[in-house]
């Protein structure tokens, strides 16, 4: 393993090294100590950074696979039951080009990941070689030589050695402290880990995708409790310099996703209300008054809805007009192709749906004010002609 991830092992190794020789410049002391514990964190701090953009591209993803769920349900109902080839071959185009054409992929939302491991493999197998190096039975890594190794080697995390894991406590001084240590930072991981799903299950999916049906909601129900599962029996294998990086990863991740959810939630999910109803109380604090919050909602609403193009035969299905790309129903006409998933009220309509009605209505009253306002001045001004002849 070490052959294939070297190249990896070999920049983590620097990283470190780096981040500890700015701590000293900074002031703290060098040799074993607190340094080699917070350069762990600055390794923790700088992959975050570097992934933030993918981190950015998983959200999006994951957001349209939600908001697609229904789409995605009618493709498997259409086939359901059908295990011939061509089927399954139509079935898988068909779900192709449904992800294509909302400009997502269902392996988008596992980028950081992907970058993630390797990296924390790297991290365990440079801790793992440190008490090599600091012995003199393996070469050096990197800038890491056998005095670096050793300075490492004699840093602690309240009183449990960096290199040290739960698995193998009986081969440091004080073993009940290592498992101590080791139990608490698992611990943490697991519980932080079931909290950040947990959000992003429960108050981030919009409610259209919360189906018990739905296989992906099933998907995110069984890695709410699977994965810290998981993580409680891996987490005594790794070294507690590892649960370290982990357990920063898993502080920032939280605040991480704590803004994007407050700040930017899926449409439909219980934090996009949450956030329309403080956008609506900070609008009343600013003195708006209802019906001008109502057209901002509705303003907004009417951005956050994307046309998507239609075929010739659908348009014709659905009464719209290729040129002029507006439903042409009649009152009493019932539209079709309504996504039943969708909360709707008494009146048939969502809150984005009554809210532009709201909107047009206004606007249409408006139109009409302005345009007797002005068949008033045109009036006054023919009669001030008439006049001044």
């Known amino acids: 393993m070490d052959t294939i991830l070297a190249p990896i092992m070999w920049l983590v190794s620097y990283v470190i090294y780096g981040v500890h020789y700015g701590l000293t410049s900074l002031g703290m002391d ?4 607190p340094a080699w514990v917070l350069s762990i964190v600055g390794l923790t701090i700088i992959v975050r950074l570097i992934i933030l953009p993918l981190y950015n591209k998983q959200i999006n993803a994951t957001r349209q696979t939600q908001v697609l769920q229904p789409e995605i349900q009618k493709i498997q109902k259409k086939y359901k039951g059908k295990k011939d080839q061509v089927s399954q071959q139509r079935q898988q185009e068909e779900m192709t080009a449904l992800y294509k054409k909302h400009g997502t992929s269902p392996f988008a939302s596992c980028l950081p990941l992907l970058v993630q491991m390797p990296i924390l493999f790297s ?11 600091a012995a003199g ?15 490492f080697e004699n840093s602690t995390v309240f009183g449990a050695p960096l290199s040290a894991s739960f698995g ?36 981030n999916m919009p409610d259209s995708a919360m189906d018990p049906n739905n296989p992906a909601f099933k998907t995110q129900k069984y890695m709410l409790y ?55 109380k900070k609008r009343l604090r600013k003195g708006l008054t209802e019906e001008e919050i109502e057209t901002l909602e509705a303003e907004e609403a009417s951005r956050g809805q994307r046309q ?9 299905k659905v009464g719209v007009d290729k040129d002029d790309p507006q439903p042409v129903h009649s009152p009493e006409e019932p539209e079709e192709d ?26 249409a009253e408006r139109a009409r004010s302005k345009a007797k306002q002005e068949q008033r001045n045109k009036k006054a001004q023919q009669n001030k002609k008439k006049r001044n002849f």
């Not at 998507?308 to 014709?316: D, L, N």
Request: hydrophobic share 40%; aromatic share 10%.
């Open 168 to 203: 193998a406590a009986g081969e440091t001084a004080d073993p009940l402290n290592v498992r101590i240590v080791a139990a608490v930072l698992v611990l943490f991981m697991v519980v932080s880990t079931f909290y950040t799903q947990k959000q992003l299950t429960m108050k």
């Open 338 to 363: 309504v996504d039943p998933s969708e909360v709707r009220g008494k009146d048939g309509l969502t809150d984005a749906e009554r809210a532009k009605k709201r909107y047009e209505r206004r606007q």
């Open 123 to 133: 991290l365990f197998r440079v801790l793992y070689a440190f008490p090599a190096i």
């Open 308 to 316: 998507q193009p239609m075929s010739k035969e659908r348009a014709k």
């Open 30 to 33: 060098a040799g074993s100590g």
């Open 226 to 280: 699977g994965m810290p599962f998981i993580y409680l029996f891996s987490g005594a294998a790794f070294q507690v310099g590892v649960l370290v990086y982990w357990a920063a990863g898993n502080i920032w991740n939280i605040g991480q996703q704590t803004w994007f959810i407050r700040n930017n939630p899926t449409p439909g999910s219980q934090a996009y209300r949450d956030r329309e109803e403080r956008l609506r």
């Open 137 to 151: 039975e393996r070469g050096d890594l990197g800038p890491i030589n056998s005095d670096v190794a050793v300075e």
